[in-house]
């Protein structure tokens, strides 16, 4: 009920055919056009903002490259950097 309330889609907590998850993975095909409509309003930021501020458990999916320079990867030295015959110093994820 809170995400859907939070997702100002208030009806999808009493609509039949999303009301166990059985249901839900039922009407998938109906379901996840909706969700990804209400997700549109925001971006990554702002939802993982406001999601964990609702007590929900979540976080940022990132492309490699924000992977590689967010503050865990950088201080576990996550990125492998070494010189290259031909290419020169190279750094991989």
Not at 7 to 35: G, M
Not at 63 to 79: D, L, W
């Amino acid at each position: 009920r809170a995400l859907c309330e939070m997702l100002n889609k208030p009806e999808l907590s009493d609509d039949r055919r999303f009301l166990t998850n059985a249901d839900r993975v039922a009407a998938r095909d109906e379901l996840i056009p909706l969700l990804n409509t209400a997700f549109s309003a925001k971006n990554r930021d702002e939802w993982w903002e406001e999601l964990g501020g609702h007590g929900f458990p979540c976080g940022p999916v990132r492309n490699v490259k924000e992977s590689f320079e967010c503050e865990q990867a950088v201080h576990r030295r996550m990125a492998l950097e070494f010189e290259h015959s031909v290419a020169g110093h190279v750094t991989v994820p």
